[in-house]
């Protein structure tokens, strides 16, 4: 049985827990070499154990997706290692802090910023030289925040993010379309995650905060938040040849529940 991504070199920021982590052991299942880009590499290496473990193949490089120098590295690196490039889901990002619009920091604006927006800038930029000549599949984890969803007060940096994830892959499609790599954008929406246990939340943020009620809990298809492997699912498909003819798509993994916020 022929493997969907087999002998192919992927690339998976924050692969270390969440989406990143689904995504890179889904990968491996299906034969790819994954190389785990993230800034905590002891979580990064226990998802290295997992595949090894079942029989794949990982590698972590130790990467801090805010810091662009390092991101250059890290793609060098890779190539070097495995000769090319062939498959990029530029997964790794923060909420940020959430605060009202007034009393939001600045530090904290640019903060979520840099890692979110400029992180995959760059991830997306230094990952186009070494797969120029082969073409590839490039995904970007943007979110229903910002694209279908303005309803999540203190979400403001955040979403501003997302909103700008969703563009930069259109311009990266048709400007990279010529090299046969490919851009998508997949639009999680409630994942079980680590992610919420980490966000930050000023104290005013009750201040301004709306409430809304939604049916069922507001996760229509399930009737509870998703999970990464379902996720993962969508990203093996945007990555595989069975999407070959998939390029400037936003695709929305939320169980319909954007309908319902939006």
Not at 69 to 94: C, H, L, P, Q, Y
Not at 217 to 236: D, I
């Amino acid at each position: 049985m022929t493997l969907r991504l087999e002998n192919k070199i992927a690339i998976v920021t924050g692969g270390g827990s969440g989406i990143g982590q689904a995504s890179a052991i889904r990968f491996a299942k299906e034969g790819a070499h994954v190389f785990m880009l993230d800034r905590t590499v002891e979580k990064a290496e226990k998802t290295k154990q997992t595949i090894e473990k079942n029989g794949g193949r990982a590698e972590v490089v130790e990467c801090d997706i805010s810091e662009p120098a390092m991101v250059e590295s890290a793609m060098k690196t890779v190539a070097e290692r495995a000769g090319r490039i062939d498959i990029i889901f530029a997964n790794a990002g923060v909420n940020g802090k959430l605060s009202p619009i007034e009393t939001m920091e600045l530090e904290d604006w640019d903060q979520t910023m840099s890692i979110n927006m400029r992180g995959t800038f760059t991830t997306v930029k230094y990952a186009i030289p070494y797969m120029k000549d082969n073409g590839g599949s490039i995904i970007i984890n943007s979110s229903i925040n910002g694209n279908r969803v303005f309803s999540n007060i203190g979400f403001s940096a955040y979403a501003s993010t997302k909103a700008g994830q969703a563009a930069f892959m259109k311009m990266a499609a048709l400007e990279l379309a010529r090299y046969k790599i490919r851009v998508n954008s997949i639009h999680p929406g409630a994942i079980t995650t680590e992610i919420d246990a980490k966000t930050d939340r000023s104290e005013d943020l009750e201040e301004v905060q709306i409430q809304v009620d939604y049916p069922e809990g507001g996760h229509p298809l399930a009737g509870e938040a998703g999970k990464p492997e379902q996720v993962a699912n969508l990203v093996l498909f945007l990555a595989s040849e069975e999407a070959s003819h998939v390029s400037g798509t936003e695709v929305y993994v939320d169980g319909a529940e954007s309908l319902l916020r939006g």
